[in-house]
């Protein structure tokens, strides 16, 4: 009789340890509603920066404003499944360099528009280094199906057809060719900045076709090193 209840014992305690394991793999696989909120809530703390793991260990590169754009919007999309673009642009890194659309620095700004946040993206060497959490505000966004010139195109335009040329090296605040996207009530800008003709020159294209839309000009203030 004792081996009979020593049996059963045993048959239940496998059977609950087989209910115990799956119960933790469904709940790891399908967290409750709570959970995911107060995830959410916690990772949402406004004007809190988030360092990314990643960054130290990938290698320094220069990249074009689309994949600048491609990895905010990856970071971007962990917290909202359609998230947009405010703006976009380049950042000097005291490098001539831009001539083939690339640079290693850029900074964007995405919304989250059902968490009423915006997401700040710091892109050093190629890498995401950091976001920041902030409140929303009310400027016009570019949907991802906007934008569909790059970089790289726009430069080989520019040098072309404006002869322009980069910041050099000596001046004190930018060097090399530098980008932006963004945009106004009625269109999408993809820019270049640059020198032509003794002056600053930023040069803007349709950044659906990359089409010519216009430019500004500057005069190179005495002392600017252009």
């Known amino acids: 009789m004792k081996k009979v209840i020593l049996y059963v014992s045993l ?7 087989i209910w115990l394991i799956k119960s933790i793999i469904s709940t ?7 959970a995911v909120s107060t995830y959410v809530e916690k990772e949402l703390e406004n004007n809190k920066t988030y360092n990314v793991n990643s960054f130290k ?46 640079q290693r620095n850029w900074q964007g700004v995405y919304t989250l528009p ?13 890498r995401l280094k950091n976001y920041t959490i902030i409140s929303s505000s009310t400027e016009l966004s570019i949907k991802e199906s906007e934008i569909k010139t790059d970089s790289d195109l726009i430069a080989k335009k520019a040098i072309k057809q404006f002869k322009l040329k980069p910041d050099p090296k000596e001046d004190p605040f930018s060097h090399g060719y530098h980008f932006r996207l ?4 009625k269109n999408i800008f993809l820019s270049i900045s640059g020198q032509s003709n003794n002056k600053n020159m930023e040069i803007y294209y349709n950044a659906l076709d990359g089409q010519y839309l216009g430019s500004s000009e500057s005069p190179i203030i005495e002392g600017d090193s252009k």
């Open 11 to 17: 048959i239940f305690l496998v059977f609950s340890s």
């Open 28 to 34: 790891n696989k399908h967290p409750t509603k709570n």
């Open 57 to 102: 260990s990938l290698p320094d590169k220069e990249i074009t404003l689309l994949e600048a754009y491609k990895l905010g919007l990856k970071q971007a999309k962990e917290y909202e499944e359609n998230p947009e673009l405010l703006f976009l642009n380049s950042v000097d890194d005291k490098k001539t360099s831009g001539h083939d659309g690339k």
């Open 114 to 126: 059902t968490k009423n946040h915006h997401m700040v993206v710091v892109i050093e060497g190629g």
């Open 182 to 185: 963004l945009r106004d009530d």
